[in-house]
């Protein structure tokens, strides 16, 4: 269905052009005084200038057309049109008009949702975890925002390829390398003579190698000739050394098992488990290829890129592809999965998503990839840079000892503080509240997040977060609950409201859903289009806030107008697949009670 903000345009554009003025004038935005119109056109101020008139005159005249277009039984659109000093255009819609376009949302596919992509393939590169470092809170962004963005898009018609792209190619391998070969240096992969097959069965368990990493890491702070060693290992690995390949592949077993483990638990699901290593294929040839076009060049032993644009603000560092002692870099993996990318899906658009640290190198990426012509010009390459979730005294989040918070103990202390809230309210077997706590942790967690825009930072509060008021997930769940749970109350009077259609309300709280629900389309299309999840969670409050003030005014069970309890039980149907479309979105779900 065309967004309500279209229709409503096109029939202003109409009444311009009808008085004779151009009908670019004839924009039509949301009010910012809900206490006098719904809808308004700024338009006749613009419009003065050019025509020599006083803005009055010219809304005063377009609403005259208007009002004379419905009493000649034309488009009854609006139940109000005003013409308001200096010039504004004030617009009602008519209650009829406005039920006949929630009716069309009930029939239609998608909620009457306007598809705007016709299967184009868009990568979205979020996630970003490392292979063998355990998940840290500082990955839960990326992988929460990539998530929705990612179901936005399936959602709009597009193919979507969400792809985790793991650092699995780094100095970490090395350093787990040498730390397993001093504590078992009798392992077969460090025998240089051995001939045989190496063992199948991994030579440490998840919990190990999560220790040895950092033992490692810290290790390689204090001892300079460790700190070497380990990076021999990586650059043997990288040029492919057999044993440190099966360990490799060890640690990639034991680390992705327990990585997807993770995912999952926050209801995150990758279509492709790619990583830096995949790149490595490509790299040779591109190095090869930028020498060739002239682009790389020699500088100070490095090889780099230029990238700067002469609209450049600042000045703008060439890309490094590699470093004077041979190694490739961050970059030159992320050219080498371009290049791959490019092969295996010639993708419409690029997403990435990670901390806004990292905008440089997107910035410095993007542009080799278009100069060197592996990615069309036209193509959208998109970085969306996050800040960082702080704790409550403003620093980035650590746990009470100062260390590094996993992301296992997050979830855990969020789904604690949901299931404390849960017994509190009511009572509901253990098992049943526990299994509840978790979807409503989740809810609770990803909408935290998902609620600020991207860029900024925001402060992780268990506390705000968990509560089941104000502008939080568990709110939002328990608006749908709250739904469910009338639904279920009236269930023989919603058999029959299934045949009912939703009747017009002239106004109240009643109107006040209605103008929610009808801006659904319009909500979903811009939040994709400006990957922009917390427009969704903007729109998801609004939209519940809006059914509570309703539920509040109307005793929907004891309403003795049968039709117009079916039209009710119509339209808190609508809102509840309304919010239940835009949470799945989101990434996540609303359980059946809380
Ligand atoms: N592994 C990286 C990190 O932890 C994030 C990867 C993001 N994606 C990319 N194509 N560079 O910082």
Partial sequence: MEKILNLITAEMKKAFARCGYEESYAKVVLSNRPDLCEYQCNGAMAAAKAYKKKPIDIAGQVVESLRAARDEGGAAMFSEVQAVMPGFINLRLAGGFLAGYLNGMQREGKLGLEEPGHGETIIVDYGGANVAKPLHVGHLRSAVIGESIKRMGNFLGYHMVGDVHLGDWGLQMGLIIEELRSRKPELPYFDEGYQGEYPSEPPFTIGELEEIYPAASIKAKGDEAFKERAQTATFKLQNGYGPYIAIWRHIMAVSLADLKKNYDSLDVHFDLWKGESDAQPYIPWLIEDLQQKGLAYESQGALVVD????????????????????????????????????????????????????????????????????????????????????????????????????????????????????????????????????????????????????????????????????????????????????????????????????????????????????????????????????????????????????????????????????????????????????????????????
């Fill in 307 to 594: 990238v700067a644009r002469d609209s450049d603000a600042k000045e703008f560092p060439p890309c490094i592809i590699r470093k004077s002692d041979g190694a490739a870099l961050y970059a030159t993996s992320d050219l080498g999965t371009i290049l791959e990318r490019e092969k295996l899906y010639a993708p419409a658009k690029y997403i990435y998503i990670t901390d806004k640290r990292q905008e440089l190198h997107f910035t410095q990426v993007f542009r080799v990839a278009k100069k060197a012509g592996y990615v069309k010009e036209d193509t959208p390459m998109v970085h969306i840079g996050f800040g960082t979730m702080n704790g409550k005294d403003g620093k980035p989040f650590k746990t009470r000892d100062g260390g590094t918070m996993r992301l296992e103990c997050l979830i855990g202390d969020i789904n604690e503080a949901v299931y404390g809230r849960i017994r509190e309210n009511r009572t509901m077997p253990d098992e049943e509240a526990a299994q509840t706590a978790k979807t409503v942790g989740l809810a609770a967690l990803k909408y935290g997040d998902l609620s600020n825009q991207a860029a900024k930072d925001y402060i992780f509060d268990l506390e705000r977060f968990s509560s089941f008021e104000g502008n939080t997930g568990p709110y939002i769940l328990y608006t749908i609950v709250r739904i469910k749970s009338i639904l279920a109350k009236c269930k023989e009077a919603s058999g029959q409201a299934k045949e009912a259609r939703i009747l017009a309300a002239e106004g109240g709280t009643e109107k006040g859903l209605m103008l929610e629900l009808s801006k659904y389309n319009d909500a979903l299309l811009n939040a994709f289009a400006e990957a922009a999840p917390h427009k969704v969670c903007q729109y998801v409050y609004d939209l519940a806030n809006a059914f509570n003030g309703f539920y509040r005014d109307n005793k929907i069970l004891a309403q003795e107008d049968k039709a117009l309890q079916a039209s009710w039980i119509r339209l808190i149907t609508l809102t509840k697949d309304v919010l239940a479309t835009c949470i799945h979105v989101l990434g996540f779900e609303a359980p059946d009670q809380m």
